[in-house]
């Protein structure tokens, strides 16, 4: 296939991202006494986020904000912080509640895993590496490299930072496609070519333990991009997997040099209240390593939304539903309890 650059306006680099209020979107008191009203509309209706619907959580005048957030997020630097909740008025429920309905007017979740979890939790699950079913959300302290998830969209409230460390870091995929196009284009080719990746167990009764989908896809013009190291690898484990070529690892290996390269990321350090949203196929996206303290308050602690955007109407087929139609049978909400934040008062 003959190989070319993609979407140059969705491309940055460090520089270009780093005055973070160029990429924060922060509430106005009106904006959030908006929000608050709509909160009491849907829990008039229920308090399980599963309930309530776009409709049960009006946001008149704070929706052209959002439907320019969608706008920066799939034809623009590809994310977004928006800030901020107030914590110290809502607690947890209501603080995820308002985060659920600030994402129904971004895209419809979807499901997360197996367990069929539209609203996920992102903290130390007492999970270890080494676990061949385990997912990044489950991990604790350890730093998450750069990667893609499932769905459009990812979005991440903060409810509790760590004692240290756990920055939120953002790297470029279509600059590193761009990149990798000019300057090793036969690495590029390889990655649109289909990957093997490891279900981590999640799959279907009786559906095969690893699915296959190109780490590039050019598609209408778009650049749709399903990226996940570990999972690749991991995916050599089972016998019938296609082996991975040297050209493969050796393109997997550049796009990780490359997420790394400081020219191509950006980090920032999300605060209780703060939400971070990205466009999943422009933006790969990671954590640093972080020391909890639970004793004292600090545990950290996101909820996860991920979203299939009302804006995107056509997306490779793989895409669509990345083989998880028994998860959305399941769909349901998270419930981790979470510590009582640094700070706070009963």
């Given amino acids: 296939m003959e190989l070319h650059e993609l979407e140059p306006l969705a491309e940055w680099r460090a520089a270009d991202v780093a005055d973070p209020e160029a990429w924060t979107l922060r509430l106005t008191e009106s904006d959030r006494a908006e929000l608050d009203a709509a909160l009491v509309v849907a829990k008039a ?196 997997a296609p082996p991975l070529s040297a050209t493969a690892r050796a393109a997997i290996a550049k796009v990780m040099e490359l997420s790394n390269d400081p020219d191509f990321n950006v980090y920032m350090d999300l605060q209780p209240g703060e939400m971070q949203f990205i466009n999943n196929y422009h933006v790969l996206h990671g954590r640093t390593a972080y020391v909890d303290d639970v004793a004292n308050g600090y545990m950290r602690h996101f909820k996860r939304l991920w979203l299939a955007t009302y804006a995107l109407t056509d997306r490779p087929r793989h895409f669509r539903t990345m083989g998880r139609s028994h998860w959305e049978a399941r769909r349901s909400v998270s419930a981790l309890p979470a510590i009582q934040r640094a700070g706070a008062t009963t």
């Avoid at 309530?52 to 706008?71: C, M, N, S, W």
């Avoid at 998830?149 to 939120?168: E, H, I, N, Q, Y």
Wanted: proline share 5%; hydrophobic share 40%; with cysteine.
């Fill in 45 to 240: 209706k229920s308090s399980d986020p599963l309930e309530i619907t776009r409709d049960d959580f009006p946001l008149d005048a704070l929706a052209p904000k959002l439907d320019g957030v969608i706008e920066v997020l799939l034809g623009g630097r590809g994310f977004m912080r928006i800030a901020t909740l107030d914590v110290d008025t809502y607690a947890d429920d209501d603080l995820t509640l308002l985060y659920w309905g600030i994402g129904l007017h971004l895209g419809e979740p979807w499901a997360q895993n197996k367990y069929g979890h539209v609203l996920g939790d992102v903290t130390d699950q007492g999970k270890t590496i080494d676990d061949p079913t385990v997912r990044g959300n489950e991990l604790g302290g350890i730093a998450l490299d750069y990667h893609s998830d499932g769905s459009d969209l990812v979005g991440l409230l903060c409810l509790r930072t760590a004692r240290s460390g756990g920055l939120s870091c953002v790297a470029n995929a279509v600059a590193i496609h761009n990149h990798m196009v000019r300057e090793c284009p036969d690495l590029a080719a390889a990655l649109y070519e289909e990957l093997p990746y490891d279900a981590r167990g999640e799959q279907a009764e009786g559906a095969s333990a690893f699915y296959t989908v190109p780490g590039f896809t050019e598609h209408a013009g778009r650049l749709f991009v399903r990226f996940i190291a570990p999972y690749i690898l991991a995916s050599q484990r089972h016998a019938d």
